[in-house]
């Protein structure tokens, strides 16, 4: 396969912003393919989404922020240790009541709110950098974890293995093949990267 230089520089513009643009992922409630997206910027990011046309599961990567609070300190009345904390929280409270387990002293306290994210968990496998949901372009090869973050990003992925090797020292290339894992750029590889993606396209 033999495409010019200028015309893949052109492509690499536009799919370079893609990797990063949408995300091909397992859905989580149907197990179909759905996808995870956002419009590029800062709070695109923050609220990015996962949309499933099978079953029309969505999800919104604000929900996934929560909040948890705690009261350390001393009891005013008694001077033991009181402890509380709430946590899965979508508004923290800036206040909150809490009886001292010694005395029963009641009051209402400032809370410290720290927040943190829901991630998924995966078992080996790789998953979008927004939700973590297993991506849907992936298998092994030769033992090694095989992936691409959607069908654009398999084409170019194709693109270079199947390229020759001249091919490879153009910029375009240069560029993509950094982001790839070492095995991908292994000449002895190449047969069976080219079976997995094949096998991939059609899923
Ligand atoms: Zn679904
Ligand atoms: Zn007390």
Request: hydrophobic letters at 30%.
């Amino acid at each position: 396969m033999k495409v010019k230089q200028t015309k893949m520089e052109k492509r690499y513009k536009q799919t370079g912003y893609y990797y990063a643009k949408y995300y091909s992922v397992e859905c989580p409630k149907c197990h179909k393919e759905a996808t995870v997206s956002h419009d590029g910027s800062y709070w695109g990011w923050k609220n990015a989404e996962l949309k499933c046309l099978h079953c029309m599961h969505k999800e919104n990567r604000a929900d996934l922020l929560l909040y948890e609070v705690t009261v350390r300190r001393n009891c005013p009345d008694c001077g033991k240790q009181i402890s509380a904390e709430i946590n899965n929280l979508k508004n923290p409270p800036k206040e909150m009541n809490v009886t001292c387990p010694d005395c029963s002293f009641s009051a209402k306290y400032t809370t410290n709110i720290s927040s943190y994210r829901l991630v998924n968990k995966l078992n080996g496998m790789k998953g979008d950098p927004l939700f973590n949901y297993p991506l849907w372009l992936q298998g092994e090869v030769k033992r090694n974890l095989f992936w691409a973050y959607n069908r654009e990003h398999l084409e170019e992925i194709r693109s270079y293995v199947d390229a020759e090797l001249r091919e490879r020292q153009s910029l375009y290339l240069m560029t993509m093949v950094a982001r790839l894992p070492q095995f991908i750029k292994e000449a002895k590889n190449r047969d069976d990267i080219l079976k997995k993606i094949d096998i991939l396209l059609k899923r």
